[in-house]
């Protein structure tokens, strides 16, 4: 692994050439693909004919089953193909026949780190390392991992030393910059993103990076800047999102409403024509959520799952309140914050993947045919991924990932000790909050917002009904009003006593990676109760999408 390879001629002779690109291209040319059937079946995939590759691949490997280059390109397109699990088991046997196949290593190591295993991940990237120490592309990988184990001053580190390497990398200064955000340093942070638009202007992840602060303000200079790049011809799509987001936010800011709902709206309408929104999808979610979830199938399954106490999913719609109340909770000395993590979401891509197709039907559907052994199993296994980010050794700890409440079912079938708490929020600022955001893959519409809000009511009000006292509800406004109280109750509900640390969360020291980050390192205000009603004359939509959801809340009218 740690010959010298000789480079392409052209880039070898590219004075000041990028060093990440010098590294992909060293990867390329360690192991170049020289039999000509599978160098037609590599332009396949690049074509995106990913089915037509892995066809021939599947017939050249049952005629030279230990080729490890074909076994390396159908790993690519199974994986293209929505199969990871199946592709990291053929990347295992590719390096199994090569094990200095490094490019192999690294797609297997990048993939890994997809399917949330992150331990395995850098396993495999420190041994590309023993043969390439300085590569920035393994190092770069590195310190991603790092960040999402919680290990920030290793991933810190590694960002400061690459972008003093390659002070030209804007993507270098981003991530450098939300590695310095989510632990505190918020005007090193600034500074970071500033050196990406210094790099280059129009870098519009740069520009929504500072909007994304949520605490910061944008100067007149600023805004004159962003306008400028938006009036270029070549600016990418992505970055022009991206500026019309921020301006959205800097006229709010300046508390000109009208124009920062017309660039907000921009930004949505051109984020959601690249989006595909399966709404059959989602409203059937719901309804097969409620038919399974019966009191009757319920208490046929009493006593399942893993009974270990300790885990607490604060979840609901994004901008509802849940940093705010992770960051009180993880104040207590019995209770340590995690981050958004991704176990329950890939234990159920999993069962879809794989036992869906096994026992031939859906999901939700598989967890009223898994044995009870394999609900015990799943449990495990999420308390087993969890442990790397766990750092403390307190009694609780927090999983925040709003999407969660998809899954309500499925955790209080494999964790039926764990405890479950739903943020709620005021619909409209909910809804608005989201919409004022750059999600990147899954902005919608203010109407489409409202509609998957009113299912997440409905979802949640069947859950009250058939586990009654299972979940705790915090309501925002409530919990801004009299913060002692709601609190008060929430460690009650926890079985935990009180303690004043709580009210002084924002006291605690800890990384945080949600847009409230600098939000939640303030004491509690009300200032963004009522401050959807600024952009009140132009949420008709919203409105009535909501529909009684909107007028009976906090309480719930009846969805069914």
Request: glycine share 6%.
């Amino acid at each position: 692994m740690s010959q010298r390879v000789r480079l392409p001629r052209a880039l070898s002779r590219t004075a000041g050439a990028d060093a990440f690109g010098i590294a992909a291209a060293r990867l390329r040319a360690q192991r170049p693909l020289r039999d000509p059937r599978l160098q037609k079946i590599a332009s396949n995939l690049r074509s995106g004919r990913f089915e037509l590759a892995g066809m021939e691949l599947t017939g050249h490997l049952d005629r030279y089953p230990d080729d490890a280059d074909a076994t390396c390109l159908k790993a690519r397109a199974i994986h293209r193909l929505g199969r990871p699990r199946t592709a990291a088991a053929l990347y295992v046997r590719c390096l199994e026949l090569a094990p200095d196949f490094s490019a192999a290593r690294f797609q297997y190591a990048k993939l890994l780190v997809q399917l949330h295993k992150y331990e395995a991940a850098l396993l495999e990237i420190d041994q590309l390392l023993i043969g390439d120490e300085r590569n920035p592309l393994f190092r770069q990988l590195k310190a991603s991992i790092h960040g999402a184990i919680g290990d920030d001053e290793q991933s810190l580190v590694i960002w400061q030393e690459l972008t003093a390497e390659t002070p030209g990398r804007t993507e270098s200064w981003i991530s450098y910059g939300h590695a310095l955000r989510a632990t505190g340093f918020q005007e090193k942070s600034i500074a970071a993103y500033r050196k990406a638009i210094d790099c280059r202007p129009s870098f519009g992840s740069a520009w929504w990076s500072l909007a994304n602060l949520k605490t910061f303000r944008f100067s007149k200079a600023d805004i004159d800047a962003m306008q400028e790049q938006l009036t270029r011809q070549d600016v990418a799509a992505d970055d022009r999102i991206n500026l019309l987001f921020s301006l959205g936010k800097a006229y709010e800011d300046l508390l000109v409403y009208e124009r920062s709902f017309e660039h907000y709206v921009k930004a949505n309408a051109a984020r959601r024509v690249r989006i595909d929104y399966d709404w059959d999808a989602i409203a059937s979610r719901v309804t097969s959520n409620k038919t399974l979830f019966t009191p009757e199938f319920l208490r046929s399954r009493s006593g399942v799952g893993c009974k270990a106490p300790g885990v607490i999913f604060i979840f609901g719609r994004p901008r509802s309140g849940s940093t705010l109340i992770e960051q009180i909770l993880s104040s207590h000395s019995a209770i340590e914050g995690t981050a958004e993590l991704p176990y329950i979401a890939a234990l159920a891509d999993r069962l879809e993947e794989c036992e869906c197709r096994n026992y031939g039907c859906d999901y939700p559907q598989i967890l009223e045919r898994l044995p009870s052994a394999s609900l015990a199993a799943l449990g495990e296994e999420y308390l087993k991924s969890t442990r790397t980010h766990r750092k403390l050794g307190r009694r609780f700890f927090i999983d925040k990932a709003p999407a969660n409440y998809h899954q309500i079912g499925m955790i209080h079938l494999i964790l039926p000790n764990a405890k479950i708490i739903d943020a709620r929020r005021h619909p409209a600022a909910c809804c608005l909050s989201m919409f004022k955001h750059n999600y990147a893959d899954s902005n919608l519409r203010l109407g489409e917002l409202g509609r998957v809000y009113r299912g997440y009511v409905e979802l949640m009000a069947h859950f009250d009904r058939v586990l009654p006292g299972r979940i705790h509800r915090v309501i925002y406004e409530d919990m801004v009003g009299n913060p002692e109280a709601e609190i008060r109750k929430m460690l009650a509900y926890l079985g935990l006593p009180f303690e004043e640390s709580c009210l002084r969360f924002y006291e605690t020291e800890r990384a945080i990676r949600t847009p409230s980050s600098e939000q939640v390192r303030r004491p509690i205000s009300g200032e963004a109760v009522d401050h959807w009603r600024n952009f009140e004359p132009w949420l008709g939509q919203l409105k009535t999408a909501l529909g009684s959801v909107l007028d009976a809340y906090p309480d719930v009218p009846v969805l069914d």
